[in-house]
C-alpha cells in the first residue's frame, strides 16, 4: 500500500535528532530573517506572523524515548537566560512536558524534559511538534490584543444588534470598561427579560482549565443554559456507567506481556502523539502482535501491526455480532473451547436464556439474537461482512486468534463509540471480551483507551491529587468547592444546540422533558464549539439570530469572528502556571513564562470584573487567589511508596518555603524541596516491569466478583442492561435494545445507496471519516502557518474512487453533505477503505460569503446534529458526495494571512 505523504510516521533516531537541534519555528526564522542579538516582542510577533514558508515535513509526532543529546537544552550558550517549565494546555490525547527559554523576558527557544536518563521503562515526557509551535500561537499575528466590540452592533437586540453581519462586519478596539460595561448590562437584560436560559453557554468538554471563571459565576447567579451531549468519548460517557465495563486499559507495562493487541479503531500515532505510541513500540520489541482494526491503514497500523483488517465507519457492531457467531458456533469446550462459560456465568448477566435478569423475557438474550433463533437471521460472518465490509474469512479468523490467544488485549478508541451505532458498539465490545474470556487477566483487556493517555490505566494507584486544577475538580484532593449549575437538568444537547434556535423547536433537556430555547446571548469561552460542533452552518444562522455574542479566547478563533464582543485573554504562559498530571507516572508544575500581552487578562480576572458589574459574591466566584489554589494541590499530592502500600507527600515544605511563594499552608516533609519542584516543573514516578504496579482492571472483580460488584444494576457486566434501555429510552431521542444489536444508524453506510437491495448508490455515495490530525489538537493551533505547512490537511481517498471522480491527488474537490460544502485538495491513497473518505477534524471553517462554501475544511460544515441513541454526537462519520471543483484556485492554507484582528496602531 502505499504510504499516505507528509502524514504523520513514527520518525527515526536521526531526524529526531535533527528536529530536536533547534525547534521548528526558531530555526525558520532565523535563516530566513537572520535573527537580531535581541528581539523585542513586537519583532517576534511580526516573525511569527509572516514565517510561512519552508517548514515542510519538519514533525511527526512526539518522539519519547531516543536517548541523543538535546542540544537545545545546554543551558551554558544562553547567559542571563532561564529555563522555565510552561504548559501546553492543549486537549491532545496526550501530554508533553515543555520548557521556555526566556531571555530578556522574550522566549527563545523551546526545550522538553531532560530530567532524567531516557529508557523504554522511563521515558523522558517529549513535547511533540505542537508543543513546541506554542510560540506560533501564542506570539502569532491572530493573536486577540484589545477588547474589541463589533461595530454594527449594539446593545439591547432586535434590529440594532445587526446579527445578520456576524462573520463579516468590521471590528472596533474598545477599552476593557466599556467591554465589561456593555456586557453586564446585557447579561443582565437578558436574564432579566429571557430568564437564565437565556444565556448559553456552548462547550462541554471540560478543558484543563476547566469552568472555574464565567461558569462558576453563572451558577452563582442562578444558572444558565449550557450543553449536553458532546465529549470525546461518545457513548461511553452513558453507556459505561450502565454496563459495566470502564474506560480503562491495563497498565503500560503489563501490556508488553500480551502476546497479542488488537488496536481497534485506534491512531495514537496521530492521536495520543508520544509515549502511547512508545510503549506499543516496547511491546512489539518484547514480541506482542499486532493487528489493526480500521477505517484507514494508519500511521500507527503501518508502524506496529502485522496485520490490516478494513471495516466501514459505524458498522463496528456488526463485525463483532460477526466474531460472536464464529465463537458460539464453533466452541466445544472439550475439542476446541473457544468461550470462556465460566466468566460469563460468574460475572456476566444476559448471555443466554440461563442468566437473564429477573423479569426479563428469556428469548431477549445475546446468543439466541447472534444464532437468529428467534429472527431467523444468524449474525454471521457473511451478515456482517456485506454490512461492515470485512472479508467473512477475516472476521472468523481473527474470532479464532483473539479467543485462543492465552493473553489478548483489544483495545478501541473511542472513535467507534462516537458513530450512530455507538451505544450498541460498547456493548459489543463487552460482550464478545466476555466471551472471548480477555477481560479481567494480565495481558489481556477489552476496553476503550478513553482518548487521553494522561488519564488511563490506573494511575490512581501510583499518585493522587495533581489533576488539573478546575475541570476535574470533584477528584482534585484540594480546592475549592464544588458548584453544580443549578439548572443543569435544562441542559441542551448538542445536536439540537443550533435547530432548536433556527427552527423554534423544543429540544430534550437532560431530565427527558421538552424545553423551549430562550437563548437571546451566548457566551464562548475555552471552546471553539462553533467550529467544533455539529452542523457548522447551522450554528452560524443560530449566531445571527442572537441578541449578543460574547466570547474570549487567545486567538480569533471561529467562535470569536461571529461574535460582538470579543476579549482578549491572556494565555497560560502568561499566568500563575498549574499543577497537573501527564501520562501515568508523571507530575507537572507549570509557571509563568511573560507578561500578559498586550491587553489581555485571564479568564478568571475577567470573571471577578463582571461579579464586580452584577453584585455576584467575589470570595464564592474565586476563593483562592491562583498561587494559593495550586499550592494547595501540590502540597496534598501523594506518592507511592516501593512497598507499594504507603504513601509519600510528593513535595517537602518548609516555612521559608511558604515565605518565598506567598502562600499559607503547613511544612511537611516528602519527596522533594517545593522550590525544586516548582524549578523543574517535572516529577516522574521511575517504573519497572516488575515493581508490581501492573494495573489490570477488573481483575479483582474477575476472581471474586461478589466482594467485588460492580456497580451496574446487577453489580455483574452488563451483556443485557435493562438500565441502559430505560434511560435512553426515558431520554427520549431514540430506543435501545437491552442487549446489543446491529441498527443501521443515520447517515451510516446503509444511506448512502438509493437501494439498498440493488446496491444502486444514492445523492450522498460517500462515507466521510473526521481524524484527530497531527496538525492541531482540534481547533487549538490550526492558525498556526508551521504546523500547517508541516501537515498536511488533505480528503483521503482511495483510488478506485478518485478514479470514479477523475481526480488526481493535489487536484481541489468540492464535498457536498446534507448540511453545507468545503473544498480540500485530494490526497489519493490505498490507506483509506474504497466508498470511504477521511478528512481531519479541527480547521478554522472560512465561509465564502458568497458561495457559502468552507474554504478550510473543517468537518463539522458536513456533519450534522445525528443525535444517537444515548443523545451524543455522531462526528466521527456522515455521508456526503464529492465532486472535481473547477472554481477559483484553492490556495494552500499556510499562504492565508492571519485573521484579521484589529491591528495596532
Ligand atoms: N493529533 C491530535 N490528537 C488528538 C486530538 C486532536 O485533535 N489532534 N484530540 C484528542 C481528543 S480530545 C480525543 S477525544 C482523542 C480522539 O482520539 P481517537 O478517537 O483515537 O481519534 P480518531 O482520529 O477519531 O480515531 C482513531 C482511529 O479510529 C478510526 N475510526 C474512526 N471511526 C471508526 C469506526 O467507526 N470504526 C473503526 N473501526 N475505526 C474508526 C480512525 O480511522 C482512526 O484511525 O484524540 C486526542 N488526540
Ligand atoms: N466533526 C468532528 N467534530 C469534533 C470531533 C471529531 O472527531 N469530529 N472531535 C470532538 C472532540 S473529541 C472534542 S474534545 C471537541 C473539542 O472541541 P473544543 O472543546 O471546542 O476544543 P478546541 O477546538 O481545542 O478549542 C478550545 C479553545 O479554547 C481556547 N482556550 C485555550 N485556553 C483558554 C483559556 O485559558 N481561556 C479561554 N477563554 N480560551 C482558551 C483555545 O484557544 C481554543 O480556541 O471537538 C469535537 N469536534
Ligand atoms: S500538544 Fe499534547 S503532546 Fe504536544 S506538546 Fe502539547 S500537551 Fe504535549
Ligand atoms: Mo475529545
Known amino acids: 500500500m502505499a504510504p499516505a505523504s507528509g502524514a ?20 525558520e526564522t532565523m535563516q530566513r530573517e537572520g535573527r537580531p542579538a535581541s528581539i523585542t516582542r513586537r519583532s517576534l510577533l511580526k516573525w511569527t506572523g509572516l514565517a510561512t514558508v519552508g517548514t515542510a515535513a519538519l514533525g511527526t509526532t512526539a518522539c519519547a524515548g531516543f536517548n541523543e543529546t538535546d542540544l537545545a537544552d545546554t543551558g551554558t550558550k544562553e547567559d542571563a537566560s532561564t529555563w522555565v517549565p510552561c504548559s501546553c494546555w492543549a486537549d491532545c490525547g496526550s501530554k508533553g512536558f515543555n520548557k521556555a527559554l526566556v531571555k530578556n523576558g522574550e522566549v527563545v527557544r523551546m526545550g522538553t524534559d531532560q530530567s532524567h536518563t531516557d529508557t523504554p521503562d522511563c521515558p523522558q515526557m517529549r513535547a511533540c511538534a505542537r508543543g513546541r509551535s506554542l510560540r506560533g500561537m501564542i506570539f502569532g499575528a491572530d493573536r486577540i490584543k484589545y477588547p474589541m466590540k463589533r461595530k454594527n452592533w449594539q446593545p439591547g437586540g432586535g434590529e440594532n444588534a445587526h446579527g445578520e453581519l456576524r462573520g463579516r462586519d468590521e471590528w472596533e478596539r474598545i477599552s476593557w470598561d466599556e467591554a465589561l460595561d456593555l456586557i453586564a448590562g446585557e447579561i443582565k437584560r437578558v436574564m432579566d427579560t429571557y430568564g437564565n436560559e437565556g444565556i448559553l453557554l456552548p462547550g462541554g468538554v471540560p478543558q484543563r482549565l476547566g469552568d472555574f471563571d464565567i461558569g462558576r459565576m453563572m451558577y452563582l447567579m442562578g444558572g444558565c443554559l449550557e450543553q449536553n451531549g458532546a465529549v470525546s468519548s461518545g457513548a461511553w460517557t452513558e453507556m459505561a456507567k450502565l454496563i459495566g465495563l470502564t474506560e480503562d486499559t491495563n497498565d503500560r507495562m503489563d501490556l508488553r506481556t500480551s502476546e497479542l493487541i488488537v488496536l481497534w479503531a485506534s491512531n495514537p500515532a496521530w492521536s495520543r502523539a508520544g509515549l502511547p505510541t512508545y510503549d506499543y513500540m516496547q511491546c512489539k520489541a518484547a514480541g506482542t502482535k499486532f493487528i489493526s482494526v480500521d477505517v484507514f491503514y494508519n500511521p500507527t497500523a503501518r508502524a506496529l501491526t502485522d496485520e490490516f483488517i478494513a471495516v466501514r465507519p459505524g458498522t463496528d457492531t456488526a463485525m463483532l455480532l460477526g466474531m460472536a457467531h464464529v465463537l458460539l458456533t464453533q466452541d466445544d469446550p472439550e475439542k476446541n473451547p473457544l468461550i470462556d462459560w465460566d466468566f460469563l456465568d460468574r460475572c456476566t448477566i444476559g448471555f443466554d436464556a440461563d442468566h437473564m435478569p429477573a423479569g426479563a423475557d428469556p428469548k431477549d438474550n445475546f446468543a439466541d439474537y447472534v444464532l437468529g433463533t428467534y429472527d431467523g437471521q444468524p449474525k454471521d460472518p457473511a451478515w456482517a461482512s456485506e454490512i461492515c465490509g470485512a472479508p467473512a474469512e477475516a472476521i472468523e479468523k481473527l474470532a479464532l486468534e483473539i479467543a485462543r490467544t492465552e493473553r489478548c488485549a483489544l483495545i478501541m478508541s473511542p472513535a467507534p463509540a462516537r458513530t450512530g451505532s455507538g451505544a450498541q458498539l460498547c456493548q459489543a465490545l463487552l460482550s464478545f471480551g466476555a466471551m472471548a474470556g480477555i477481560i479481567g487477566k494480565p495481558g489481556c483487556c477489552a476496553a476503550s483507551d478513553c482518548g487521553h493517555a494522561w488519564m488511563q490505566g490506573g494511575w490512581k494507584q501510583l499518585h493522587e491529587g495533581g489533576t488539573y486544577l478546575g475541570c476535574f475538580l ?241 453489580g455483574k457486566l452488563e451483556i443485557y442492561c435493562r438500565a441502559a434501555s430505560e434511560k435512553v429510552h426515558g431520554w427520549g431521542f431514540a430506543e435501545l435494545d437491552p442487549i446489543c444489536k446491529y441498527v443501521p444508524p443515520t447517515e451510516g453506510y446503509e444511506e448512502t445507496f438509493a437501494d439498498w437491495e440493488t446496491k444502486e448508490k444514492g445523492e450522498y455515495p460517500f462515507q466521510i471519516l473526521s481524524l484527530h490530525i497531527l496538525r492541531h489538537s482540534h481547533s487549538t493551533f490550526a492558525n498556526v502557518p508551521n504546523l500547517r505547512e508541516a501537515f498536511d490537511h488533505p480528503l483521503y481517498m482511495n483510488p478506485l474512487d478518485a478514479e470514479g471522480v477523475g481526480v488526481q491527488t493535489g487536484e481541489t474537490v468540492l464535498i457536498t453533505s446534507k448540511w453545507g460544502r468545503c473544498l480540500r485538495p485530494v490526497l489519493v491513497t490505498e490507506t483509506m477503505m474504497p466508498g470511504v473518505l477521511g478528512m481531519g477534524q479541527g480547521a478554522w471553517v472560512e465561509i465564502d460569503e458568497e458561495t457559502g462554501i468552507d474554504k478550510a475544511g473543517c468537518m463539522n460544515v458536513l456533519c450534522g446534529p445525528n443525535v444517537t441513541t444515548t443523545g451524543f454526537q455522531s462526528w466521527n462519520t456522515c455521508i456526503c458526495n464529492v465532486e472535481k471543483w473547477d472554481g477559483e484556485e484553492l490556495v494552500p492554507d499556510y499562504l492565508w494571512d492571519a485573521r484579521e484582528v484589529f491591528k495596532e496602531e
Open 474 to 714: 470533584k477528584d482534585t484532593v484540594a480546592g475549592p468547592e464544588y458548584i453544580e449549575n443549578p439548572l443543569s437538568y435544562k441542559k441542551v444537547n448538542v445536536n439540537q444546540m443550533w435547530t432548536s434556535i433556527v427552527n423554534e423547536e423544543e429540544y430534550i433537556g437532560v431530565d427527558g422533558n421538552r424545553y423551549e430555547n430562550p437563548a437571546h446571548l451566548i457566551y464562548d469561552r475555552h471552546e471553539n464549539f462553533l467550529n467544533q460542533g455539529p452542523a457548522t452552518m447551522l450554528g452560524i444562522e443560530a449566531y445571527r439570530k442572537m441578541d449578543t455574542v460574547i466570547a474570549q479566547n487567545l486567538v480569533m478563533t471561529t467562535t470569536c469572528k461571529y461574535a460582538d464582543i470579543v476579549l482578549p485573554i491572556s494565555s497560560m504562559w502568561e499566568r500563575y502556571g498549574i499543577f497537573e498530571q501527564a501520562y501515568r507516572e508523571q507530575l507537572i508544575w507549570t509557571s509563568q513564562v511573560v507578561e500578559p500581552l498586550f491587553e489581555c487578562r485571564s479568564d478568571m480576572d475577567v470573571a471577578l470584573a463582571l461579579a464586580d458589574r452584577l453584585g455576584v459574591d467575589k470570595e464564592a466566584l474565586c476563593p483562592e487567589a491562583d498561587a494559593q489554589a495550586v499550592f494547595n494541590t501540590v502540597a496534598a499530592a501523594k506518592v507511592l511508596n516501593e512497598d507499594n502500600e504507603t504513601w509519600d507527600n510528593l513535595v517537602t515544605i518548609t516555612e521559608d518555603d511558604l515565605a518565598t511563594l506567598g502562600v499559607e499552608g503547613t511544612p511537611q516533609e516528602g519527596r522533594v524541596p517545593i522550590l525544586d519542584f516548582k524549578r523543574d516543573g517535572i516529577y516522574t514516578i521511575e517504573r519497572t516491569p516488575d515493581d508490581g504496579r501492573n494495573f489490570v482492571p477488573f481483575q479483582a472483580f474477575r476472581e471474586d466478583p461478589e466482594a467485588n460488584a460492580l456497580k451496574t444494576e446487577s
Open 8 to 27: 504523520g510516521r513514527i520518525c527515526t533516531a536521526r531526524e529526531k535528532a535533527l528536529r530536536e537541534e533547534t525547534d521548528p519555528m526558531e530555526h
